[in-house]
């Protein structure tokens, strides 16, 4: 067997072949670097905007608290206070003719003082609407409309009102023993609802209407007049003082 000397014997190597580049005409490399430019500007464009109207409705909600909480501070403001302060009742009876097709026929006389305290040093109260309205064992009877007013700082103000006429007050069969009940003792449960639509004064600035609701829970008792023009209970005792809860949570009607 004959030895090899170290030289390679196989099959011969193909010589190296270098590549060649080709460049289309389109340009298209140049074509992707632009479109990934464009789209990295419109980018942080966008986010210097968003950035930017972050910033400026953050800083408009910190001034508006400021201001807030300095109005707060300079107003002070002081729960309104709603009162019946007096009632006078003269009639209060469903039809009693035995002969009339309809007994659910009530007719009533009601005579009311309202009083309105507004304590607020600076702030005045403009009521553009107000509107009583009167319920019997939860069945409306009767309603009344009174004038508008502006209300003064520290100012208390009563407001006298009338509701007189008559209705058709369909109650629940189980109310008849509550009713008798009532006629018996001569005070009657009558609840008032009062509608307001009011404004706000301070210094020379108006707020918009806002709508608070007083409800008076009353116990009133049915009243003779005397030959000398005087009212008294015909079973005795006389109408107490009753203050109104707010059905409105605002800054000036609330508990």
């Known amino acids: 067997m004959s030895q090899l000397n170290g030289a390679y014997y196989g099959p011969s190597i193909p010589p190296p072949q270098h590549k060649r580049h ?24 966008f986010d210097c905007i968003f ?52 007994n659910n026929t ?5 005579m009311l003082n309202f009083t309105i305290r507004n304590p607020n040093k600076r702030v005045g109260i403009y009521y553009d609407y107000i509107e009583a309205r009167g319920f019997y064992h939860d069945v409306g009877f009767g309603n009344v409309t009174m004038q508008p007013f502006f209300q003064g700082t520290k100012n208390t103000t009563v407001v006298a009102t009338t509701l007189k006429g008559e209705n058709e007050v369909v109650l629940g069969s189980d109310k008849g023993s509550k009713v008798e ?3 018996g003792s001569g ?9 307001m639509k009011v404004r706000f004064k301070f210094w020379f600035m108006k707020t918009g209407k806002v709508k608070p609701k007083a409800i008076c829970v009353l116990k009133v008792p049915l009243m003779t007049r005397s030959k000398n023009g005087t ?13 109104c809860d707010w059905g409105y949570r605002w800054l000036w009607f609330h508990h």
Request: proline share 1%; net charge neutral; with cysteine.
């Open 187 to 195: 005070v009657y449960g009558i609840d008032l609802k009062v509608f």
């Open 231 to 243: 009212f008294t209970a015909e079973h005795g005792g006389a109408f107490q003082d009753t203050a």
């Open 51 to 102: 950035g930017l109207i972050c910033k400026i409705l953050t800083t408009l909600l910190i001034l508006l608290i400021i201001v807030a909480v300095l109005l707060y501070f300079i107003v002070r403001p002081n729960l309104v206070k709603f009162h019946v302060s007096n009632a006078v009742l003269t009639q209060f009876n469903f039809s009693s003719d035995a002969a009339a097709t309809n």
């Open 181 to 183: 009940e009532e006629r």
């Open 22 to 45: 080709y460049r289309g005409d389109g340009g298209g490399s140049n074509c992707c670097c632009c479109c990934g430019i464009f789209r990295c500007c419109c980018g942080c464009i």
């Open 106 to 110: 009530l007719h009533y006389n009601f």
